[in-house]
Structures are given as structure tokens and as C-alpha cells.
């Protein structure tokens, strides 16, 4: 299968606004039926061998352990129980407000019940109507659902094997439903002084950015940036951070709001000779770039291939 297979945003564009909503709706059972982690991790999914998981939640509020599957082979909903009890149904054809139903039927038909805290769109134009009312979003493409896992999937290992050169405290490789991206997080271990960020901000993202941190992920292009592209920040940015060189050529740091994101377009990694290779050398050149005017102890961090014993590597505490 090649590599980072094509997937323009405009060829999927209505897929993935029906998608990004069916996943928001099984994102805000995650929130509620599991115990809340450090950083939110707790609320991301995770990839699997058909699609993707909530892992499994529940046994709480006299609810079963229970799991919600999106199987992008043969393109259904699964809900299961611990028990082996399990009900699906087909992705295609619903809108946003049948598959809303349809999932909350099935768990209840095996025993589940969660309410929805906040039962909309979060972050999205339409963060207004309700799940239950959205009948616009319809469109479910099943070639583009499975291109979408595909490069998911891909994607996923290139950044477990970046994220394996760390020995600090970093997240999982982990696919959050609210922004519908990819990303992996490396820590510094200090914390941030609750004055460095402003007043108005909200508890999410608080907790989000409690510590110093640097992010590597991927995302498939929205209204502000049209086309898929793999990404990296810091929180706080350090200062001089868009002065930092970047690879391959073709990366560049754009400005975002108040700071800035290093950017590997899609397009361009996919036409390097070796995009893997690409893709690894811009998330580190983003790293040293990221961590080295923050200050970091990079050397103290470094874990080649994934290795920590000092026997192997040749390195002394």
C-alpha cells in the first residue's frame, strides 16, 4: 500500500465535516464515561486494526464496561459490552442527528446510559445546534472514510517511532475527536505559571498546557489551513521560535493566533524521495528548534531507538 496515499481536502470535504461530527458525539460519551487523566488523556481515541476506539470505559453509575468501534472496512458503529454483548450499525446513510440516536439506542439496548454534557459541536461552525437536530450533515463516503484510516494509521507509526527517541513524560500517540488531527506531546517537566496564560482562558485549556510542552502531530486542513499538513508548537513559544531552521525545505513556521506552527504540507512530504524519512526529519528539526530555545536538557532526554539502558547507549547519568 503506498505511503501517505493522496487525500485533497476538497475530494472529501463533506465525508469529513459528517465524520468529524459523528465523532464528536462518540468523543462526548468518552468524556463522560471515563476517568478523567492528566492533560485530558483520558478523552482522545485510539487506532485499531479496522478504524478507531474509545478504548473501553464505564463500570461506573451501575454501567458495564463498554467499548465504541469505528470499523472503516466494512464501515459500521459497533458497540460492545465486557459480557461479549455487541450491536452496529451502518455508517452510511445516517446524518449527524440518526447516528446520534442510533448510538445512544444501542446503548441502552446493552445496559449503558451516558448523558452528553454539552449535546453540540464543539469548535465548529454549527457549535450551536444540537446533535439531535442536525440533518444537513449526511454525506458518508466510504472510499474516503477508509483513505482517511489509511493515512491515520500510517501517520500513527511514523510518530510512535518519533516519539519513541524521548524519555521524558510524553502523551500517547493519540486522535483527538474535538480538532480531528493526530499528535504526540513531550513535556519539559516544568509547570506553567497560571499568570503566562490569560485570564479569559478556559478550563480545558488550562489543563491542556499546565506544563511546558512541545506538540507533534497531523491534521487533514479546515477553513484556515485548506490542505493536510503535519504540524509542531510549542506552550509557551519560546522566544526567536520562527527563527528556527526547519527540514525539508519545504517546512515553514506560519503565524496562529498569537504564536506560531511549524508546517510540513502533505503534498510536499509525499513528493520527497523518502517522505518517511522527511516526515521524522522535520518533527526533529521542529524539536530541536522548539525544546533548544526553551531551554531544554535535549541530552537528557534522548532515548535512540527507544533505548534508555545506559549500557546500550553509552551514556552515564
Given at each position: 500500500?503506498?505511503?501517505?496515499?493522496?487525500?485533497?481536502?476538497?475530494?472529501?470535504?463533506?465525508?469529513k465535516?459528517?465524520?468529524h461530527?459523528f465523532?464528536?458525539?462518540?468523543?462526548?460519551?468518552?468524556?463522560?464515561?471515563?476517568?478523567?487523566?492528566?492533560h485530558?488523556?483520558?478523552v482522545?481515541?485510539?487506532?485499531t486494526?479496522?478504524?478507531i476506539?474509545?478504548?473501553?470505559?464505564?463500570?461506573?453509575?451501575?454501567?458495564?464496561?463498554?467499548?465504541?468501534?469505528?470499523?472503516?472496512?466494512d464501515?459500521?458503529?459497533?458497540v460492545?459490552?465486557?459480557d461479549?454483548?455487541?450491536l452496529?450499525?451502518?455508517?452510511l446513510?445516517?446524518?449527524v442527528a440518526?447516528?446520534?440516536?442510533r448510538?445512544?439506542?444501542?446503548?441502552?439496548?446493552?445496559?449503558a446510559?451516558?448523558?452528553?454534557?454539552?449535546?453540540?459541536p464543539?469548535?465548529?461552525p454549527?457549535t450551536?445546534?444540537?446533535?439531535?437536530?442536525?440533518?444537513?450533515?449526511?454525506t458518508y463516503?466510504?472510499?474516503?472514510a477508509?483513505?482517511y484510516?489509511q493515512?491515520?494509521?500510517?501517520?500513527?507509526?511514523?510518530?510512535?517511532?518519533?516519539?519513541?527517541?524521548?524519555?521524558?513524560?510524553?502523551?500517547p500517540?493519540?486522535?483527538?475527536?474535538h480538532?480531528?488531527?493526530?499528535?504526540?506531546?513531550?513535556f519539559?517537566?516544568?509547570?506553567?505559571?497560571?499568570?503566562?496564560?490569560?485570564p479569559?482562558?478556559?478550563?480545558?485549556?488550562r489543563?491542556?498546557?499546565s506544563e511546558?510542552?512541545?506538540?507533534?502531530?497531523?491534521?487533514?486542513?479546515?477553513?484556515?489551513?485548506?490542505?493536510?499538513a503535519?504540524y509542531?508548537?510549542?506552550?509557551p513559544?519560546?522566544?526567536?521560535l520562527?527563527d528556527?531552521?526547519?527540514?525539508?525545505?519545504?517546512?515553514?513556521?506560519?503565524?496562529h493566533?498569537d504564536?506560531?506552527?511549524?508546517?510540513?504540507?502533505y503534498?510536499?512530504?509525499?513528493?520527497?524521495?523518502d517522505?518517511?524519512?522527511?516526515v521524522?526529519?522535520?518533527?526533529?528539526?521542529?524539536?530541536?528548534?522548539?525544546?533548544?530555545?526553551?531551554g531544554?536538557?535535549?541530552d537528557?532526554?534522548?532515548?535512540p531507538?527507544?533505548?534508555?539502558?545506559?549500557?546500550l547507549?553509552g551514556?552515564?547519568?
Amino acid at each position: 500500500m503506498e505511503l501517505f496515499p493522496p487525500l485533497p481536502l476538497a475530494e472529501w470535504q463533506d465525508t469529513k465535516e459528517t465524520l468529524h461530527r459523528f465523532e464528536q458525539v462518540i468523543g462526548k460519551i468518552r468524556l463522560a464515561a471515563s476517568p478523567r487523566r492528566n492533560h485530558w488523556w483520558n478523552v482522545p481515541f485510539h487506532l485499531t486494526g479496522r478504524g478507531i476506539t474509545t478504548r473501553p470505559m464505564g463500570q461506573t453509575d451501575g454501567n458495564p464496561v463498554f467499548t465504541i468501534d469505528f470499523d472503516f472496512v466494512d464501515h459500521q458503529l459497533i458497540v460492545a459490552t465486557l459480557d461479549g454483548s455487541s450491536l452496529s450499525f451502518p455508517l452510511l446513510g445516517q446524518s449527524v442527528a440518526s447516528f446520534r440516536a442510533r448510538t445512544l439506542d444501542a446503548l441502552a439496548t446493552l445496559g449503558a446510559h451516558v448523558d452528553i454534557t454539552v449535546p453540540k459541536p464543539f469548535d465548529l461552525p454549527d457549535t450551536a445546534r444540537p446533535f439531535a437536530q442536525d440533518t444537513e450533515h449526511a454525506t458518508y463516503d466510504p472510499g474516503h472514510a477508509n483513505r482517511y484510516w489509511q493515512v491515520l494509521s500510517q501517520v500513527a507509526l511514523v510518530l510512535e517511532e518519533f516519539a519513541a527517541r524521548f524519555s521524558g513524560k510524553c502523551s500517547p500517540v493519540h486522535h483527538f475527536w474535538h480538532t480531528m488531527d493526530i499528535a504526540h506531546t513531550r513535556f519539559s517537566g516544568r509547570p506553567v505559571e497560571q499568570p503566562l496564560q490569560p485570564p479569559q482562558t478556559d478550563p480545558v485549556t488550562r489543563e491542556a498546557y499546565s506544563e511546558e510542552v512541545t506538540s507533534f502531530g497531523f491534521w487533514f486542513g479546515d477553513d484556515t489551513f485548506t490542505g493536510p499538513a503535519f504540524y509542531s508548537y510549542a506552550a509557551p513559544e519560546p522566544a526567536g521560535l520562527a527563527d528556527g531552521p526547519l527540514t525539508p525545505a519545504s517546512a515553514h513556521w506560519v503565524a496562529h493566533h498569537d504564536s506560531h506552527l511549524a508546517l510540513l504540507p502533505y503534498g510536499d512530504a509525499r513528493a520527497e524521495a523518502d517522505p518517511r524519512a522527511a516526515v521524522l526529519g522535520f518533527y526533529e528539526s521542529a524539536y530541536q528548534a522548539e525544546a533548544g530555545r526553551a531551554g531544554w536538557d535535549i541530552d537528557r532526554f534522548t532515548a535512540p531507538g527507544g533505548v534508555t539502558d545506559q549500557q546500550l547507549t553509552g551514556r552515564r547519568g
